[in-house]
């Protein structure tokens, strides 16, 4: 109960802040924080607790983002009522993934190009279909009011990514003491040893991707929404798929608060780089690069596991 307890804490903390804070270039970097958070907990469903390791989570948010976008533009529907159909083809594409995968028993660096394959895949999909925008993309219209997903201000989409975060950490903590966390976690360890005590490692891990598509999915919502505009190259390139990895790897894999201490890290890091590096782009990928080499190489436990071994 103690965990439930500190997301309880962290959500007030959060939702706080705009109280205190009115700078919008804080309540930016407090947005893209949280947003990082969700994206690296939908990684770390199936990679930390599961143990398979994803290269295209960004096919699971760009289906997201654009099925946000698709049924606002083209059939105009509510952007909440988006949310749900959002999350259900999310999960369904993480089912259809990890059917054709785990049904073979792809599993390391195989279902991470498996992955890889079908980010890329659907990218070239969404470039030339015609009601997706092909390479030209979609813009969310603009309809403002909270009744339609958009807000006068940044500290509407705070609280909105806030309760994404919040819902991701309790699925997460829900993970590591039900039976079902259990079980993933055993497949994790040793397939064959799971496999053996009756644990049916194929549903428990098309059941993992399912849940990390659909979190995924609501952050390509969020996304779509909140810049109003998304693209091929935005919802299925690489850049997203390496941004949902980082921040588990660099705060800690398999853990309930190194999703979000990561997103902090790489938010403040992507921050100071940019400021310093501002005629140099292509600077802060190189340092995200090298700080990904650094923390598998020497801290591959990440910067939580760290701590804890010092406490």
């Known amino acids: 109960m103690r965990q439930l307890a500190a997301i309880a804490v962290f959500a007030v903390a959060a939702a706080v802040l705009p109280l205190f804070i009115t ?15 969700l994206l690296g907990l939908a ?15 960004a096919v699971f948010f760009g ?19 988006t949310l749900p159909a959002a999350l259900l083809l999310g999960a369904a594409v993480g ?11 792809l599993r390391g660096s195989y279902f991470a190009l498996v992955t890889l ?27 403002s009011g909270a009744e339609n997903f958009q807000f006068a201000t940044k500290t509407g989409y705070l609280y909105v990514i806030l309760v994404f975060v919040v819902a991701g950490l309790v699925l997460c903590w829900w993970l590591k003491n039900s039976r079902y966390g259990a079980w993933l976690q055993a497949v994790r360890d040793n397939e064959e040893s ?9 549903r428990v891990k098309l059941g993992a991707i399912a849940l990390s598509g659909a979190l995924m999915a ?9 810049f109003q505009y998304i693209d091929p190259g935005l ?28 997103a902090v890290l790489l938010q403040l890091l992507g921050e100071g780089t940019r400021g310093l590096f501002a005629n140099a782009p292509g600077v802060s990928l190189m340092l995200y690069g090298a700080l990904l080499v650094l923390m598998v190489t020497f801290m591959p436990s990440g910067v939580l596991g760290v701590l804890r071994r010092r406490a």
């Open 23 to 37: 700078s919008g270039v804080v309540l930016n970097t407090a947005i893209m924080i949280l947003y990082t958070a």
């Open 43 to 57: 990684w770390n469903i199936l990679a930390g607790f599961g143990g398979q390791f994803s290269f295209g989570h």
């Open 63 to 81: 289906t997201g983002a654009y099925a946000a976008a698709v049924l606002q533009a083209k059939l105009g529907w509510n952007a909440w009522a």
């Open 95 to 105: 089912a259809f993934i990890g059917a054709l995968s785990f049904r073979y028993g």
């Open 117 to 143: 394959a079908f980010a890329e895949v659907f990218r070239i999909l969404a470039n030339n279909v015609t009601f997706t925008g092909a390479g030209v993309g979609i813009m969310v219209k603009l309809k």
């Open 194 to 202: 799971a496999a053996a005590l009756g644990v049916n490692v194929f």
């Open 218 to 226: 609501a952050g390509g919502v969020f996304y779509a929404q909140y």
């Open 235 to 262: 919802a299925y390139g690489p850049g997203v798929s390496i941004e949902a990895l980082l921040g588990p790897i660099v705060g800690g894999l398999g853990t309930l608060w190194g999703p979000v201490l990561g």
